[in-house]
């Protein structure tokens, strides 16, 4: 079943404006409306749905709610690094039964694989994570350079472009906003001057449904009156028969 379109009764530039005691009766029909309907209307709404948000932003919004400020990024990965300490070598010095008993290269390959084994694990374990770093502060650094170059040679042009950009975006908005009130001021003319044209004939039109309800009031009471006459003339006869 389609919906009948709904059209406002008001006709602004020829009613005129309500008194204050029917502003006040209005406003008292509406508190009762509204009192008598909020339970029927709140009792047919659907319940609301529950939200559900991702855990980060579960996390996110518990930190607002209780005013935890965020925590700033760690630098520390764009400082300098420091090296580690070095490991200390291997005691190569033997006793004199130890060189007699062991030879040349069997002593020598022997302190070699030792130290080979500390300084791999050293430059695995120690120096490895602080390179890492370096690279990474080495090529933000790099990256910050040339942006800071690109910035100081086309950095003017570019933020006077956007500046112009931006004026231009902010004309065109504000020629639409003229235009909209442009054409609010038309549609108030055009209503004005219709409502204008039609005052006479409303003013006359409202008259004589004035005069036609006071008609149907008069023609009522005197129908009342008639029949109470009517009804006082029967109950006459009545009694005179009677006697």
């Known amino acids: ?13 020829i009613d005129t404006e309500p008194s204050p005691e029917a502003l006040a009766a209005a406003r008292t029909l509406i508190s009762a409306e509204q009192a008598s309907s909020s339970s029927s209307e709140q009792s047919s709404l659907p319940p609301l749905r529950e939200p559900s948000f991702s855990p980060a932003l579960t996390t996110e919004l518990s930190r607002v709610a209780s005013s935890t400020p ?25 006793s004199k039964s130890t060189r007699r008993t062991r030879r040349g290269s069997a002593s020598s390959s022997s302190a070699s ?6 300084t791999s694990s050293y430059v695995n374990d120690d ?30 042009n570019a933020w006077l472009v956007s500046n112009y950009h931006l004026e231009q975006s902010l004309r065109a908005v504000e020629r639409d906003l003229a ?3 442009r ?33 149907v009031l008069e023609t009522e009471v ?14 006459n006869q009545s009694a005179q028969q009677h006697s």
């Open 183 to 215: 054409d609010i001021d038309l549609v108030n003319a055009a209503r004005q001057r219709r409502q204008e044209d039609v005052r006479a004939e409303m003013l006359m039109l409202e008259e004589s449904w004035r005069k036609g309800v006071g008609k």
């Open 179 to 181: 235009g909209v009130k």
């Open 127 to 156: 120096l490895r994570p602080v390179l890492s770093n370096a690279y990474v502060s080495a090529a933000y650094l790099a990256a910050r350079n040339q942006n800071l170059a690109l910035l100081d040679r086309h950095g003017a």
């Open 222 to 235: 005197a129908v009342e009156e008639l029949k109470a006459q009517v009804r006082e003339e029967l109950k």
């Open 1 to 13: 079943m389609a919906v009948p379109p709904a059209y406002l009764e008001s006709l602004p530039y």
């Open 113 to 118: 694989a030792a130290a080979a084994a500390i």
């Open 70 to 94: 965020l925590q700033p990024l760690s630098l520390s990965r764009y400082e300098a690094q420091e090296l580690p300490p070095a490991p200390a070598a291997p005691s190569t010095t033997t």
